[in-house]
Antibody
Framework: EVQLVESGGGLVQPGGSLRLSCAASGFTFSSFWMGWVRQAPGKGLEWVANINRDGSEMRYVDSVMGRFTISRDNAENSLFLQVNSLRVEDTAVYYC?????????????????WGQGTLVTVSS | EIVMTQSPATLSVSPGERATLSCRASQSIGSHLAWYQQKPGQPPRLLMYVTSIRATGIPARFSGSGSGTEFTLTISSLQSEDFAVYYCQQYNKWPFTFGGGTKVEIK
C-alpha cells in the first residue's frame, strides 16, 4: 500500500524557516517524480514544487522561487521541502504527492497519491 | 503561466441527476489535464488523467472529455459520496496550475 506521511509543520513567525518531510512507503520511491502542493485555509490547491527521480531537476512556482528548496533522499525514501523567509501568505496545509509519469514519454499523469498534509502557520 | 478557470463555482444537484463541470485553460494544453475530488478534511483524490482516463478505482459514472482549452468532467448519476469539491489541473507546462474548484452540493 502506497503511503505518504508528512511532518515538520508548525507555527512560525514571518521570516522564519521550517523543514517539511515526507516519508514514503509501499512503492519504489526512486522511480517516481515527487511534488508538494499546498492549500491555504478555505482556499484551492496550489502547486509548489516538483523534483525528478534522482533529484537533479527541480521546478518551483514563482512565488516560492529562491525561498523554498525541494530535495529528496532516495536511500531513505524521503522527500523534503525547506521553506525559508516565510510570509503570512505561505500559511497552508502542505501536501506531499507522487507525480506519476507515462512510460516512454515521461509526461506527467497527475498526482496519483497524496499524504494527509502538514499545516504551516506563519503568524506573529 | 497557464490560468485554469472552472465553472460554475458551485453546482447544486439532486442525487441521481447528472453533473457537468467545466474547466478552461488560458492556452492550449493538449490533453494534459487531470481532475481531482476533495472532501472536507481529506487530501485530493485523483479521478482522471490525460483528460479522460479514469484513475484506479474510480467508478464508471465519472467521465472526462475535451482537448486544447475546453474540458468537461461529467458525473452521470450523482451518488451521496460524490458531493465534494472538484479541481482540474494542467500539467502541460511548468508551473503546474489548478483551477479554483467547483463545489458540488446537494440540491
Amino acid at each position: 500500500e502506497v503511503q505518504l506521511v508528512e511532518s515538520g509543520g508548525g507555527l512560525v513567525q514571518p521570516g522564519g524557516s521550517l523543514r517539511l518531510s515526507c516519508a514514503a512507503s509501499g512503492f519504489t520511491f526512486s522511480s517516481f517524480w515527487m511534488g508538494w502542493v499546498r492549500q491555504a485555509p478555505g482556499k484551492g490547491l496550489e502547486w509548489v514544487a516538483n523534483i525528478n527521480r534522482d533529484g537533479s531537476e527541480m521546478r518551483y512556482v514563482d512565488s516560492v522561487m529562491g525561498r523554498f528548496t525541494i530535495s529528496r533522499d532516495n536511500a531513505e525514501n524521503s522527500l523534503f521541502l525547506q521553506v525559508n523567509s516565510l510570509r503570512v501568505e505561505d500559511t497552508a496545509v502542505y501536501y506531499c504527492a507522487r507525480d506519476d509519469r507515462e512510460w516512454g514519454t515521461d509526461w506527467s499523469q497527475g498526482f496519483d497519491y497524496w499524504g494527509q498534509g502538514t499545516l504551516v502557520t506563519v503568524s506573529s | 503561466e497557464i490560468v485554469m478557470t472552472q465553472s460554475p463555482a458551485t453546482l447544486s444537484v439532486s442525487p441521481g441527476e447528472r453533473a457537468t463541470l467545466s474547466c478552461r485553460a488560458s492556452q492550449s494544453i493538449g490533453s494534459h489535464l487531470a481532475w481531482y475530488q476533495q472532501k472536507p478534511g481529506q487530501p485530493p483524490r485523483l479521478l482522471m488523467y490525460v483528460t479522460s482516463i479514469r484513475a484506479t478505482g474510480i467508478p464508471a459514472r465519472f467521465s472526462g472529455s475535451g482537448s486544447g482549452t475546453e474540458f468537461t468532467l461529467t458525473i452521470s448519476s450523482l451518488q451521496s459520496e460524490d458531493f465534494a469539491v472538484y479541481y482540474c489541473q494542467q500539467y502541460n507546462k511548468w508551473p503546474f496550475t489548478f483551477g479554483g474548484g467547483t463545489k458540488v452540493e446537494i440540491k
